[in-house]
């Protein structure tokens, strides 16, 4: 029995009443039925709703009479309904490659341990700041940090000091710039950390570089067949700052004066 068929079909030779059954009044239908595939109609003689009645059950549904030779139709929910049909689900889960791929993953993440720890540092770079010894060096006061953010704060620091992202300062400075923490929005345990540089970036003269278009990018990525998709959160913390540039960069925390390396 196909259960893809739209609407409940009956070919006009079956329609015909037999002599003790009363008569059936088809009533008129806009509805046009096409058979798989076709273009055109078929003849759609009218329609009249009835009683079908299985082993188990009665339902009420309408039936569509065709003029032709073809075969009676019954749709999916008419059957389904008088339990003609049942669907069973065979499937089975197997989950070995999912395993298979957490194996994996363990094996390249304990072959190469050293490498997953920490932010790490672009090797063979060091970024130079040009500054411009003109501008009168500011040490800006320091910015009283909330009690609630200093264990957060002090986390951070002692974090970015292991990963050698910053260092503390010892001695006189010329520049101090604060500090500004603000809890991290999904968890107020954990701080971010932001250096208010407004002051001292008018020390430091801007490089120009020529910015790629997205034209350039596609003309550069022709006939490449394997992509990488790259997380650059704390990007910036890569780049190791020369020596003679790391003093501008200074800020103040409660636990003393530290700068980016």
Not at 28 to 56: H, M, R, W
Not at 137 to 160: A, D, V, Y
Not at 216 to 224: E, F, H, S
Request: proline share 7%.
């Amino acid at each position: 029995m196909p259960t893809e068929i739209m609407i409940d079909k009956l070919r006009i030779q079956k329609y015909s009443p037999k002599t003790n059954q009363p008569p059936i009044t088809l009533c008129k239908t806009n509805t046009k039925v096409y058979g798989y595939g076709a273009n055109t109609p078929l003849p759609n003689v009218g329609k009249f709703d009835i009683e079908i009645e299985s082993s188990t059950r009665i339902v009420v549904t309408t039936i569509y009479v065709m003029q032709g030779t073809c075969g009676s139709l019954l749709t999916y929910e008419t059957a389904l309904a008088l339990n003609l049909i049942k669907l069973t689900i065979n499937a089975t889960e197997n989950q070995e490659p999912e395993v298979q791929e957490e194996n994996k993953l363990k094996q390249l993440l304990d072959k190469y341990n050293d490498r997953y720890h920490g932010v790490g540092k672009l090797k063979d770079c060091q970024v130079h700041l040009h500054i411009n010894e003109t501008i009168t060096p500011s040490p800006q006061p320091h910015r009283r940090i909330p009690f609630h953010l200093r264990k957060g704060l002090e986390q951070e620091l002692t974090q970015l000091e292991h990963e050698g992202i910053i260092e503390k300062v010892h001695g006189p400075t010329s520049w101090v710039s604060p500090l500004v923490v603000v809890p991290k929005p999904k968890n107020s345990n954990k701080v971010r950390l932001c250096v208010d540089m407004r002051v001292a970036d008018k020390a430091i003269e801007r490089e120009r570089h020529i910015t790629p278009t997205i034209d350039d990018l596609i003309n550069d990525l022709n006939g490449a067949t394997v992509f990488s998709k790259l997380n650059l959160n704390q990007g910036y913390y890569q780049l190791e700052l020369a020596p003679e540039s790391r003093y501008i960069t200074t800020f103040s925390a409660h636990k003393g004066l530290r700068r980016h390396t």
